[in-house]
């Protein structure tokens, strides 16, 4: 397989901007690459088409594998080859500008002497990770030492780890909404446990495949290690279970949290139109009375005072008996 030659140690390639008359496709793609111990990380954040011919000129990777990498519909899996394999790992990325969570996806080539990190867009986890190998030569020799697999492990586990902080934040989110619920706000938050519930459907999807596909890595490590590896990836394994556990749980809370808010609303709606209910109740017998001596006939003592003045007090006679009434059997 032809070499990539770079001096030891950081070493970050000649890099080209663009120059007039040439497309954003056109430039040449700037990978920055980190050797030590015989072992090379090339970064290539945000590829585009042009990668794939930086790519071509010095691996031997299956052109399906250059399709999955600008697919937009791919799912977490582990293609394994005769001397590499090929990941196609998803991560959930809080967007800040957009305050909600999107999905980044992380290609990844991994051979016994190198391993190629492609994510689409930025993820904070990668590119710290990155940043400190580079920076720090102890943190280098320390991953890079034990070969590719290890690195891949940590470069694996940094990305499953970042997920936790997000989680919290999330547990954080339905506690405030449980707050509100129960503080009269109810009628406000129903947009929030909408975003809530949506979070948390987003995050499933992403771990869901995830799972899966964290098993397969586990199986075929023996292309690229030889050496027993299976307690690291297992802790991974057991990362990507408890955020699935968390996510289950927090999936029962927000449900439970809606039909809560829903009672709440439902309650309030009821006592609403029971106070409606029992006013138009006792207005009836009034509206009788008036419409029965606003007929347009005769009847005994028609244009007195004293029947008008008989006629009010009969009416509020009977209003006050039915307010009585009503509020003894705690209807109002």
């Not at 996510?247 to 949290?257: H, S, W």
């Not at 709606?269 to 109740?281: A, C, E, M, R, W």
Request: net charge negative; with cysteine.
């Amino acid at each position: 397989m032809p070499a990539i030659r770079t001096p030891r140690l950081p070493v970050r390639p000649i890099r080209r901007g663009p120059t007039m008359g040439v497309t954003p496709e056109e430039v040449i793609p700037e990978p920055t690459i980190i050797e030590d111990h015989g072992i090379r990380w090339i970064h290539i954040p945000k590829p585009r088409h042009s990668a794939q011919e930086w790519l071509q000129s010095r691996f031997e990777f299956h052109p399906l594998d250059y399709e999955d990498i600008y697919s937009r519909n791919q799912r977490p899996k582990v293609d394994r080859y005769d001397d590499y394999l090929f990941v196609v790992l998803q991560f959930p990325r809080f967007d800040r500008d957009h305050d909600r969570l999107t999905v980044v996806e992380l290609d990844l080539f991994v051979g016994g002497d190198y391993i190629v990190t492609l994510p689409n867009n930025d993820l904070e986890p990668i590119d710290s990770l990155f940043s400190r190998c580079w920076e720090s030569e102890e943190v280098r020799e320390g991953y890079f030492e034990k070969g590719t697999a290890f690195l891949l492990y940590k470069v694996v586990d940094h990305a499953v780890d970042a997920s936790f902080p997000m989680l919290r934040k999330m547990g954080q989110k339905l506690e405030r909404i449980e707050d509100d619920i129960f503080e009269g706000k109810s009628d406000e938050i129903v947009r929030d446990i909408s975003n809530a519930k949506q979070e948390i459907i987003t995050f499933r999807r992403i771990i869901r495949p995830q799972r899966i596909a964290f098993r397969d890595l586990e199986r075929a490590m023996d292309v690229v290690a030889p050496e027993e590896l299976d307690v690291y990836f297992d802790d991974v394994i057991d990362a990507s279970e408890r955020i699935w556990d968390t996510l289950e749980n927090y999936k029962e809370v927000v449900e439970g949290l809606e039909d809560s808010n829903e009672s709440i609303i439902s309650h309030r709606t009821n006592d609403t139109l029971k106070v409606l209910t029992s006013i138009t109740v006792i207005v009836l017998p009034l509206t009788l009375l008036a419409s029965l001596f606003g007929m347009n006939v005769r009847f005994p003592g028609v244009n007195t005072d004293s029947m008008f003045w008989a006629i009010t007090v009969v009416m509020a006679v009977i209003l006050g008996a039915m307010v009585i009434v009503f509020r003894r059997r705690g209807w109002l």
